[in-house]
């Protein structure tokens, strides 16, 4: 019984703010401080409290796990991927929480075309015998640690070294490997890298990224193998604080491409892969300049740059330029459109191969192809739209590392329909099924998949993708879960899960809102729901959760919400805006105290979060806009919330565990719930990051434990 526990209750220790003639009072910033004993301590009482409120759904929490383990094929490997001379795949297996990865040698005969069949239960070897190379065991790399993640891996262009980088925290720092395959022999380490590595074309060097204290990528680092990191030489460091910085090798092994980004602007660098790092050849050459909102992406196309850019249209065009002439700043006068994105359409990425390139974009609302090939007069001309025919269809291209790839491998889903891997000819149009994601029990014909378009206040149409069980009436009676994103221009497409099953198989509505803010309806979406917009993406998403009532998708009393980190602050805005409309609110990391975070310029990621949400140091209008918004300074006394359980990691680099944890604090103190039907809990876990734990069995039960939530406050505890 949960009856007399009393919720953890930490001590007030007053701060104050003050900006633009503003002053904020803050009793709880003090549990910024995770080293401070009294810190952890509150944490881990939390941890017990909200351990004790859900004792009630731990017979539930159990039967979500078997039901997992129930709808998911036990032994399962990755469709075989070619590189140069080898297959590269992956497999995981029954009693095992992580993965191994292997590499089988291509036939010199075989047609470059059909990947070897794998028996997932004898995954060392093909179906013919052929012996695999064990590449990387995660399992042995995380035994004795509660957390792994890996991260970096990359094969050497000659095949000889594998690199690759282990995080056992959650911190999102890697130890980046070198490996000689041939004897399996580790020769080198680096620590403190991030993400982004690349190969010079002799293979003798590894190009990586460090971060800075505020964990911001902006060195670029070059290590010869078989050296002491010690000596390892910088390559190029951005110095603009509100610029990120990736790194990797161009598909050709021609070029080592550096991109620096803020939230409007963009700049690209070519580094000659076969010159000698530190040499005048062996440096950046910036290929067009940085020009404040341009925003371009290249890829080498042999004697060519394939651009994405902004320069003429805000949706983007595909455009060739020239190499260019090294140590000589381009110019984008030099971009050459080949095809602009109409109406409805957004270009993204593009990807060159020696014989066809693949654009991926947004096409009225969906992620979806095209695929060209080279002409003499044009350079490249559009020859088709990858498509299997669904009409809320996610198509996800799986880019090969591989220059002479010759056909194009892609994913097609959607919220009822599991993922079909598929390879396209780019020259014949033929498509040939590799593997459609097997799911135990699972039969797509029992399940209803719409989209509706539900007006904004503001008179836009919002997509909002919805999926029932077939015996789930709509009549005003069934439960539902929404969930939602919308920043950063993130695309969130609806996507299959086979976890999701046991949610609808107990008759509970599912949906997907695409608030503005992120970037399923092209540029222009994204710009309407950030910065002086951003109160768009809430009202959007609340606007949705009223269509599901309205339409009688989902009972008025029945309706949850979830959404993690930027959803996060999302789920905290609409529980102060519109707390009658939710039942219950599932908070994933949520970035809930945004205002003192943006205001705090040393704090991993906020100087490169001006641009997303606007700079409230110097602008007391955006000052003004984010203190009306923010969570954790906008929760209203009296009012009867959501029973809220928010989680966490105390290894989160991108959202503190000190927000969600003065959340609650504040909540607690404010609202007027009854802790036994409606709590309002924090789960902090104590090593781990941003995605939180890791390992099959443990992603079980964190997922359990969060659904099993959602389904006690909708009635479905059972």
């Not at 990865?101 to 005969?109: E, G, K, P």
């Not at 239960?121 to 052929?130: A, I, K, L, V, W």
């Not at 381009?330 to 095809?339: D, S």
Request: aromatic content about 10%.
């Amino acid at each position: 019984m949960t009856n007399h526990v009393l919720a953890p209750k930490a001590e007030k220790q007053i701060t104050t703010r003050t900006h633009h003639g503003h002053t904020f009072t803050d009793p709880w910033e003090w549990l910024r401080d995770k080293e401070n004993p009294a810190v952890i301590e509150h944490l881990q009482a939390e941890n017990a409290y909200t351990a004790k409120q859900l004792e009630k759904t731990a017979q539930l929490q159990n039967q979500l796990v078997t039901e997992y383990r129930e709808h998911t094929v036990l032994d399962e490997n990755t469709v075989p991927a070619r590189v140069r001379n080898w297959w590269y795949y992956s497999t995981i297996s029954e009693g095992d929480n992580y993965r191994k990865h292997y590499r089988l040698r291509a036939d010199s005969q075989d047609t470059y075309q059909n990947p070897p069949e794998i028996d997932p239960r004898n995954p060392h070897q093909d179906t013919e015998g052929n012996k695999a190379q064990l590449l990387i065991d995660e399992n042995a790399l995380a035994e004795g640690k509660e957390f792994l993640k890996l991260a970096n891996v990359d094969i050497s262009p000659d095949d000889r070294y594998l690199t690759y980088g282990v995080d056992n925290s959650g911190d999102e720092r890697f130890t980046q490997i070198i490996l000689d395959t041939l004897n399996g022999q580790e020769i080198d380490h680096i620590d403190d890298v991030v993400y982004g590595v690349a190969w010079s074309a002799s293979s003798n060097c590894l190009y990586y990224t460090r971060a800075n204290e505020s964990w911001r990528p902006y060195q670029v680092w070059v290590h010869r193998i078989g050296q002491p990191a010690e000596t390892d030489q910088l390559v190029y460091e951005e110095t603009d604080e509100t610029y990120w910085m990736g790194i990797a090798s161009s598909r050709d092994g021609n070029w080592i491409i550096i991109e620096c980004a803020s939230g409007n602007t963009s700049e690209t660098f070519l580094i000659d892969a076969h010159a000698h790092a530190g040499s005048y050849e062996g440096r950046p050459t910036s290929v067009a300049g940085r020009h404040y909102g341009l925003e371009y992406t290249i890829e080498p196309a042999g004697d060519h740059l394939l651009v994405v850019h902004n320069l003429n249209n805000v949706d983007s065009e595909l455009a060739w330029m020239p190499l260019p002439t090294p140590g000589v700043t381009g110019n984008p006068k030099h971009f050459q459109t080949l095809t602009s994105a109409t109406e409805g359409q957004r270009y993204q990425n593009v990807y060159a191969y020696a014989g066809h390139a693949v654009v991926e974009l947004r096409s009225q609302g969906n992620a979806a192809a095209l695929y060209l090939l080279p002409d003499p007069d044009k350079k490249w001309v559009i020859e088709g739209e990858i498509k299997l025919g669904n009409n809320i269809e996610t198509i996800e291209v799986q880019p090969s590392e591989w220059w002479w790839e010759p056909q194009i491998r892609f994913v097609s889903q959607s919220l009822k329909t599991p993922p079909t891997i598929a390879d396209i000819d780019p020259i014949t149009g033929q498509v040939h099924t590799r593997k459609i994601k097997e799911t135990p029990g699972y039969k797509p014909e029992n399940y209803i998949e719409e989209r509706i378009w539900v007006q904004a206040e503001d008179g836009a149409k919002i997509p909002l993708t919805i999926i029932r069980h077939r015996d789930t009436p709509q009549d005003g009676t069934a439960p539902g879960i929404i969930w939602g994103y919308g920043s950063y221009e993130v695309c969130v497409d609806p996507v299959w899960s086979p976890i999701r099953q046991s949610v609808l198989d107990r008759g509970v509505v599912w949906a997907l809102a695409n608030p503005r803010g992120g970037g399923e309806m092209g540029r222009r979406w994204y710009e309407n729901g950030r910065t002086l917009a951003k109160k768009n993406t809430f009202s959007d998403f609340i606007a949705c959760s009223r269509a599901l009532i309205d339409g009688k998708y989902v009972a008025p009393t029945k309706l949850a919400a979830n959404g993690g980190s930027a959803g996060g602050l999302l789920m905290g805005a609409i529980a102060n805006q519109a707390p009658e409309l939710y039942r219950a609110i599932l908070a994933q990391v949520p970035f809930v105290d945004a205002l003192t975070t943006i205001l705090k310029p040393e704090l991993p990621l906020t100087a490169g979060e001006w641009e997303e949400w606007g700079n409230p140091i110097t602008d007391p209008d955006v000052y003004k806009y984010m203190s009306e918004y923010t969570p954790y300074e906008n929760v209203r006394d009296g009012q009867e919330y959501p029973a809220i359980l928010a989680t966490t990691s105390l290894n989160d680099t991108r959202v503190y565990y000190v927000e969600p944890a003065k959340w609650i604090q504040r909540l607690r103190e404010a609202a007027t719930n009854n802790p036994e039907t409606r709590p309002l809990l924090l789960h902090c876990e104590m090593v781990a990051g941003h995605g939180g734990v890791t390992g099959r069995e443990a992603k079980w039960k964190e997922c359990a434990y969060e659904t099993a939530f959602l389904l006690d406050q909708l009635g479905k505890n059972n």
